[in-house]
């Protein structure tokens, strides 16, 4: 029963020429379009393939159900927002503990504000569409660059740097989510920088064994 739960949110059909993926591509990004608009509860796959000048029949040899939708609009999300991470975290090799702190905050907050309004549309979806084991895979990601940014740090050295990522990584995302319900005004952003950025330095001055 697991397997065959897990396997009807994968996607029905992997693109592998470039229409395809222009297809499927057009199906995300109108399911994008009718979240916002509409809200989860009202999405239908008619909506979506409408939107996507597709047929309903042309929508299900890519995705099974709704379901496997949201499971790929989400991934994306939130593979896009450990990307822009892990290339933050490659930039600040070599940096202070200070300067690291900044670049890693910096980039997760600017990632998920660039959307504010889909980060926060995905909240439900995700909890849906197995979210929950999307989300710990791209954090394992997220978790894996940072270990190697804080393994470079010009003015400290961690005994146990992959349980440190650990905690960083844990502590950005969850004022981060706060801050997104609220409406993430430019106020509260500005503050969640200045307050994200002075926890994960004072945490890893702490930790630091000079």
Do not use: W
Not at 39 to 46: A, D, H, I, P, R
Not at 113 to 130: F, I, K, M, N
Not at 160 to 179: C, D, F, I, K
Not at 190 to 202: D, E, F, H, P
Request: glycine residues 6%; charged residues 20%; aromatic residues 4%.
């Amino acid at each position: 029963m697991k397997r065959t739960h897990v396997s009807s949110l994968n996607p029905r059909k992997i693109p592998a020429q470039a229409r395809s993926a222009a297809t499927m591509d057009a199906i995300l990004q109108a399911a994008t379009q009718v979240l916002l608009a509409s809200g989860f509860e009202n999405m239908s796959t008619t909506r979506i393939a409408e939107r996507a000048g597709v047929s309903v029949g042309s929508f299900y040899q890519y995705f099974p159900n709704k379901r496997a939708l949201l499971a790929a609009l989400v991934h994306r999300h939130v593979a896009e927002v450990a990307a822009r991470a892990e290339r933050a975290c490659r930039t600040a090799h070599g940096a202070t503990i200070r300067e690291m702190c900044g670049t890693i905050v910096d980039a997760f907050i600017d990632a998920k504000t660039e959307r504010a309004d889909l980060s926060r549309a995905l909240y439900l979806p995700a909890a849906v569409a197995g979210g929950a084991a999307i989300v710990r895979a791209q954090s394992d990601r997220v978790r894996h660059a940072v270990t190697a940014m804080l393994e470079t740090a010009s003015d400290a050295s961690f005994e146990q740097p992959n349980l440190l990522s650990l905690v960083l990584v844990t502590a950005v995302v969850g004022p981060m989510q706060a801050v997104l319900e609220m409406g993430a005004t430019p106020e509260l952003i500005s503050g969640l920088r200045k307050q994200l950025t002075a926890l994960c330095v004072g945490y890893l001055v702490q930790a630091a064994v000079h």
